[in-house]
């Protein structure tokens, strides 16, 4: 133990110092902001990341004691790998406690921008009675938000109806959104709150919505009450084995990090967001019995669907479910809530020294018959009457390596199976390795196992990844993911199949230095869509993309970070597209004011929205914006924080974008006359 105290001196002489200057010097949030665009630097569309967001301000807040944590713990921390948690455990177990969270330097797995990034959501302090167990109602936090945010330009959604069509559809309620959330969380365990939020041309405390908010969200949690593991009650997400069965909660597909393959379910959990169909409300509880877990839940609740007048056997049939939540007009609204959904199942499994196994059930009933129109792709979806999944899960450790996978069916319908493993062949060098065979008639309704498409369903594939750590701070990672569908595929009138590559590489030194170089290229098929050809012949085609990201840390008060990105797009008989995408991000920290200011101007030019690229943007606490950068133009934004004392923080956030060669933006509704689309967030937030 002497000589590793000697050794842990000495690195922090060396590099300690640096190290703290530099992290003390960051926001938090920005760390935060960071991680989050690395998990969707993929998406395209708008991802749900209120239960991922809840942990990471939760434990910027509330450092987790790396001496005495465990692996459940740590693996709320999305952005570690199952790698790195093993590790930091077995550190502990072998040297003993940590001195400092500074000795995150010997520890096998991690480099600089690891450590970087972990740092403020862990502290080492030696054991206390309160790493114990705490009373359930003690050392509790209050937490309020208000936002209200706003489109600057009129769309024609909210003006007068013409004189010649005064019945023409318009938005009944303001261009004002509103939100609101509360939640009271202990260090023993409970945590309680509602959400309520009222969307941009929603009516409010009128009409449709004469209680206020035209969505309304309550939830309660408490672990650890004797044989009780957990109990939620209100609105909840469950979350199994690899997805295949049963998850409700947003999952994230592919990235640049190989290793988050593999999924990290949280069983039954709170959920606060402002998804207004895709959750669960009713109750659930997790018991352990003997060396089981064992989870059970109920839900009941009506969701957003297109009823038609033809009933079969008194039971109504709809055409559409939307999830966009969105109620403005006479048709939306006659779509809020009108059909009921019905889910119930649950889960038993054992944790062995190395083996954990599991079982899932899950029931699903709506109350009324899918109707679709003529889709020849959807030939084979599984109705949603008296639907059951069941499933086996599994994870098995042996030595470096972890193997993971899961098997289930729709009873009555197909069948789905996913399985990998992690490998970490060197302590530079790790491996993943994922196959999947979804068949055509599996359910993906409350599923989400990876996929290339929108659901685990109709879909074989292999993905390997991997993670190189060339020499000190260079990485290089990557993935090869090859996939088909034996049956067709929305926009798809045939069999097909495609091929999806990225690699990225990063230099990480002990400075205020992050550079990265990515390349991305996807194969895919599609419908022909040239006009003057009657048939629609399935062609292959193909996106690439690639991007130079520098970020520099000046001074400590001072972040910038400049992209470049070029996309191209090739389809058959049809000439080459691209588009190229520059921006240049700004913050400004100063040292003795409470005060953080961020800001982007970027640049764009693009043949066609094919070749769009997106890129995310920081925001206010909680939301979430990654818009597509199409056509030709200028984007810029501002967001500013300050925080009063310590409890109450003000975000304002102004974005503008300016199309030059568009004189209208949108459609219908949500018409812009002119070429320029702005929009303006506040919100509050009030700790107690």
């Not at 969380?185 to 206020?212: A, H, I």
């Amino acid at each position: 133990m002497l000589l590793k105290k000697l050794v842990i001196y000495f690195t922090i002489g060396l590099w300690g110092l640096s190290l703290h200057a530099q992290i003390s010097a960051i926001d938090p949030q920005s760390i935060i902001a960071d991680i989050v665009e690395e998990i969707v630097a993929n998406s395209e569309d708008d991802v749900d990341l209120d239960a991922l967001m809840d942990d990471l301000v939760f434990f910027a807040e509330n450092p987790i004691n790396i001496n005495s944590t465990t692996r459940e713990e740590l693996g709320r921390l999305i952005f570690l790998s199952d790698f790195q948690i093993i590790s930091l455990i077995d550190y502990v177990k072998d040297y003993g406690p940590f001195v400092t969270i500074y000795e995150l330097q010997l520890v096998i797995g991690f480099d600089y921008n690891d450590i970087s990034r972990l740092i403020p959501f862990v502290k080492a302090e030696t054991e206390t009675q309160q790493d114990k167990r705490i009373p359930l109602f003690k050392w509790g936090k209050h937490d309020l938000f208000i936002r209200a945010r706003s489109l600057i330009e009129n769309q024609v959604g909210y003006t007068p109806p013409p004189i010649s069509n005064p019945d023409a559809s318009r938005y009944k309620g303001n261009k004002l959104g509103l939100y609101t959330r509360y939640s009271y969380r202990t260090r023993g365990g409970l945590q309680m709150g509602f959400v309520g939020e009222k969307d941009p041309g929603e009516e409010f405390f009128k009409g449709s919505n004469p209680y206020g908010f035209d969505h309304y969200s309550f939830h309660l949690q408490i672990d650890d009450i004797g044989k009780i593991e957990r109990l939620v009650v209100g609105d909840f997400n469950a979350t199994f084995g690899q997805g295949l069965t049963m998850w409700t909660s947003t999952s994230f597909g592919k990235s640049p990090d190989p290793m988050g393959v593999r999924k990290r379910p949280n069983g039954l959990t709170r959920f606060s967001s402002t998804n207004e169909n895709e959750f669960l409300r009713g109750a659930g509880a997790t018991i352990k019995v003997g060396r089981f877990d064992v989870s059970v839940f109920g839900s009941y609740k009506y969701i957003d669907a297109n009823l038609t007048d033809s009933l079969i056997d008194g039971i109504s049939m709809f055409t559409t479910r939307p999830t966009s939540g969105l109620h403005r007009t006479t048709s939306e609204i006659s779509n809020k809530k009108t059909l009921a959904e019905f889910v119930a199942g649950g889960n038993i499994s054992i944790a062995l020294k190395k083996l954990n196994l599991g079982a899932t059930a899950s029931f699903v009933n709506l109350d009324g018959v899918y109707d679709p129109p003529n889709q020849p792709y959807r030939y084979f979806e599984p109705q949603l009457n008296n639907r059951v999944n069941v499933g086996l899960d599994f994870n098995y450790g042996l030595g470096n390596h972890l193997f993971f996978g899961e098997a289930a069916t729709t009873v009555n319908n197909g069948s789905g199976v996913v399985a990998g493993g992690l490998f970490r062949l060197h302590h530079q060098l790790t491996l993943s390795i994922l196959g999947r065979h979804y068949q055509k008639d599996y359910s993906t309704y409350y599923t989400n196992a990876l996929a290339d498409g929108s659901g685990p369903a109709n879909e074989s594939g292999v993905l390997t990844g991997f993670n190189f750590l060339l020499y000190r701070h260079w990485q290089l990672s990557g993935y090869v993911d090859v996939f088909q569908s034996s049956w067709l595929r929305y926009g798809i009138n045939a069999p097909s199949r495609g091929h999806d590559y990225l690699l990225e590489a990063s230099y990480s030194p002990r400075s205020r230095i992050n550079v990265k170089l990515r390349y991305r290229f996807k194969q895919k098929d599609k419908n022909q869509t040239i006009d003057e050809e009657p048939n629609r012949w399935v062609i292959p085609y193909n996106q690439q993309a690639l991007r130079f990201h520098l970020a520099y840390n000046p001074t400590r008060t001072v972040s910038l970070k400049t992209r470049i990105e070029f996309s191209w797009y090739n389809e058959e008989n049809l000439p080459q597209e691209s588009g190229i995408m520059l921006y240049q991000d700004i913050s400004y920290r100063p040292n003795k004011v409470p005060l953080v200011i961020t800001g982007r101007f970027a640049v764009f030019e693009t043949d066609s929205w094919n070749t769009r690229i997106y890129a995310y943007e920081n925001d206010v606490l909680y939301y979430f914006s990654i818009p597509a950068y199409y056509s030709r133009g200028t984007r810029a934004y501002l967001l500013a924080k300050y925080s009063i004392k310590r409890n109450i923080d003000i975000w304002l956030r102004v974005a503008q974008t300016y199309f030059a060669d568009q004189k209208e933006l949108g459609s219908s509704l949500d018409k812009i006359e002119g070429s320029t689309r702005s929009d303006v967030r506040v919100q509050i937030r009030y700790k107690f």
